[in-house]
């Protein structure tokens, strides 16, 4: 697979189904790996780095389960490819910083990602459509399983898995679940929710991980705390989470409907006319207008419209995506001008 | 009510600054927010709260002497270094640093017992014996040491893993 392959190919997780994907976008599970003794990434000398990058490439070759997978070496892409894998949710901001000796493993599915000296020696992560912790869970702990037969990771019985951070220690899990509130955002609750999701040991974070942040009413919860519990009980923890605010923004949904009906059917019209007519758009604009359309399509309010097309829009739409479908470096008036073009393609008339 | 900053977006997010004994109150929509949280982050960043965790027992001037001196023999680190970048440098840190990471470690978690996967190749139920005479060794130290706190930790967890095991017993399931 090239990486250009990527660019007519939609992520698994951008699929719009699974359970609940009418307010959950994506669940996710990473964790994170060391090999035992080699200084982690940031202590590393270029030597050391460059030893732990083939090491980890050459045991992910031997795993039979990622056959079908292609390694990326950062040093090899430019600024607007790393800025492309960092859109589509494939690696993270800090890995396209510094490319010495990194490199993103990835499968055609962009199920699966593996980040090679990021923060950690491994950062891996398994991506699903709709609220599905268990299912990715379930995957990355079988990889996980594979790569533990080829490599030694720093683990300690009473501390668990070793990391560059504390934070990080023990299971090395993050579960992280993408969700659409623009109900408790319109309604003014959210506060109120993100306070208590955080006084509960959760954070909340914007469409892009770490130091983003929440745009167009999507908000990414994850849990802190990685020492203590078990993955299976991490997970469950989330999952009742997430299940209480699903529930609270379906209420906040109704009661606009028996309450603000017109406020919300304008809200949503106008942002689906706006989108279907404009010729200068900016992403920050687009994000916020998509989610308005979005929630029409959840509440039958814009008909003809599959939740897939959105989803997919929320990614095509952003800046290295605009430049790989061009094939050309375009400044930003440009984009803006390319980005109100292709909304309006992918928009029934 | 409208953002402080931007005048234009509602103030969603309240923050209380306090610079020179002089309190000011600032009501921001959410970008100026995250504007205002990045410059932050530049003066108070994640390295520095967890150094400040890491700082906050208060050691006596001998051992703060010690403390200073340990250097991870495998790479080199010194608990200083560790303060200052809020990242260890090896797996082996976690030996050499091991006294003062505890209750670093039980301030951000809440724990100091992992009690997930491991990645040895061990049958799950002989995993699960091993991990409870561990438990017990440790729920022994933690008591001769009187740290009660740990222990009473510990002791839940042994009895958690002790439930988990007689349900295992009366309906076999394979686990993943």
């Not at chain 1, 995957?139 to 490599?151: G, P, S, T, V």
């Not at chain 1, 990771?153 to 990080?168: E, I, V």
Request: glycine share 6%; hydrophobic share 35%; aromatic share 6%.
């Amino acid at each position: 697979m090239k990486l250009n392959d990527l660019i007519s190919h939609s992520s698994e997780w951008l699929k719009g189904s699974g359970p609940n994907s009418d307010i959950v976008i994506s669940s996710r599970i990473r964790l994170a790996r060391n090999l035992e003794k080699i200084p982690f990434p940031h202590w590393a000398n270029k030597n050391q780095n460059e030893q732990v990058l083939n090491t980890i490439t050459g045991a992910a070759g031997k795993v039979d389960y990622l056959k079908g997978t292609t390694t990326f070496k950062l040093a090899d892409l430019d600024r607007v490819d790393k800025q492309f894998l960092i859109e589509r949710h494939l690696m993270s901001y800090e890995h396209g910083q510094r490319a010495d000796n990194k490199a993103v493993i990835i499968d055609d599915e962009e199920i699966l990602s593996i980040m090679v000296n990021e923060e950690d020696h491994i950062r891996m992560q398994v991506m699903q459509s709709g609220f599905n912790l268990f299912e990715a869970w379930n995957i990355i702990n079988r990889i996980d399983d594979y790569l533990a037969k080829e490599l030694n990771f720093a683990f300690l019985a009473d501390w668990g898995y070793l990391t560059a951070c504390p934070t990080n220690t023990g299971t090395g899990m993050r579960g992280s679940v993408m969700l659409h509130l623009p109900a408790l955002v319109m309604t003014t609750q959210i506060n109120r929710v993100l306070a208590a999701i955080s006084k509960l040991s959760f954070t909340t974070r914007g469409l892009y991980g770490e130091g983003t942040q929440a745009t167009g009413n999507f908000f990414q919860v994850s849990n802190q705390v990685s020492l203590g519990h078990s993955e299976d009980d991490i997970i469950e923890n989330i999952n009742g989470l997430i299940r209480q605010i699903i529930e609270q923004e379906n209420q906040a949904r109704e009661t606009m409907l028996s309450r603000d009906r017109a406020v919300l059917e304008d809200r949503i019209n106008r942002g689906f006319g706006i989108l279907k007519s404009a010729h200068i758009i900016t992403s920050q604009e687009t994000i916020e207008l998509l989610s308005m359309v979005r929630l029409g399509c959840d509440m039958g309010m814009i008909k003809g419209l599959d939740r897939r097309t959105i989803n997919e829009l929320f990614i095509t739409t952003q800046p290295a995506h605009l430049q790989k479908l061009e094939n050309k470096t375009l400044a930003s008036l440009e984009r803006d001008v390319k980005r109100a073009e292709l909304i309006r393609n992918k928009l029934p008339k | 009510m409208l953002c402080d900053i931007c005048g234009k977006n509602p103030a969603t997010v309240h923050l209380t600054e306090i610079i020179d004994d002089q309190m000011n109150e600032l009501h921001l929509c959410e970008q100026c927010a995250h504007q205002k949280s990045l410059q932050m982050e530049q003066q108070f960043g994640l390295s520095d709260l967890l150094g400040g965790l890491a700082e906050f027992e208060k050691p006596t001037t001998k051992e703060k002497e010690t403390t200073v001196a340990v250097k991870c023999a495998n790479c080199g680190l010194t608990y200083v270094d560790f303060k200052k970048i809020g990242r260890l440098g090896c797996s082996e840190c976690y030996n050499t640093f091991k006294r003062y990471l505890g209750p670093l470690l039980k301030k951000v978690h809440g724990s100091i017992i992992h009690f997930g996967k491991s990645p040895f190749k061990v049958a799950r139920v002989s995993d699960k014996k091993t991990d409870l005479q561990a438990l017990r060794n440790q729920l022994q130290k933690a008591i001769e040491t009187e740290e009660f706190e740990d222990a009473a930790e510990i002791r839940d967890k042994i009895k958690e893993l002790e439930k988990k095991e007689s349900q295992n017993d009366t309906e076999p399931k394979e686990k993943g």
